[in-house]
């Protein structure tokens, strides 16, 4: 399991679809890539989370995550918006955020970019492609990927 100085690791999840985000989750742990996930399944879930409002006020259950993990489309606040909400606040814009999504849209792509992603990927329909998907991208971003330190 991938530790970064002792402390887990710590990614969260946005993703409203529960069979993909169960897929996502089982594939992590199966390849013992995070140690903790938590999943939200809408934006505004999503920002109440990182900025500890809502039902995620206790910073102690609701921890800065090492990487984001988001789709584009969401209920309540599309993927976009939380994406351009993270990139532009000081103290949450150094947290990798990977769009992942069924879209290949051109324009979803640049978007994401325009916005500073930190990378797009387009989830695989094949179960051991998507498997090897995110054992792949956990050690990249949470393994190999030398992260700036985040203030909380």
């Known amino acids: 399991m991938i530790e970064l100085k002792g402390e887990p690791l710590v990614i969260l999840l946005v993703e409203d679809n529960d069979a993909h985000a169960e897929l996502v989750m089982r594939s992590m742990r199966d390849q013992r890539v995070a140690n903790i996930i938590y999943h939200v399944s ?3 879930q999503a920002l109440d989370f990182l900025f ?3 039902e ?3 910073k102690a ?7 984001i993990l988001l789709d584009l489309r969401l209920p309540k606040v ?5 994406l351009k909400e993270i990139k532009t606040t ?13 879209s ?19 989830k695989p329909l094949e ?3 998507f498997t090897q998907l995110m054992g792949d991208l956990g050690f990249y971003w949470l393994g190999w990927n030398a992260p700036p330190h985040i203030e909380e």
């Open 42 to 44: 809408d934006g505004q």
């Open 52 to 54: 500890h409002t809502g």
């Open 56 to 58: 995620f006020r206790d």
């Open 61 to 67: 259950t609701s921890p800065h995550p090492n990487l």
């Open 78 to 82: 599309d993927g976009l918006e939380v």
């Open 90 to 102: 000081s103290h949450l814009q150094r947290i990798p955020v990977v769009i992942l999504t069924s």
């Open 104 to 122: 290949d849209a051109e324009t979803d792509i640049a978007q994401s970019y325009d916005y500073h992603a930190n990378s797009y990927v387009v």
């Open 127 to 129: 179960f051991r492609k």
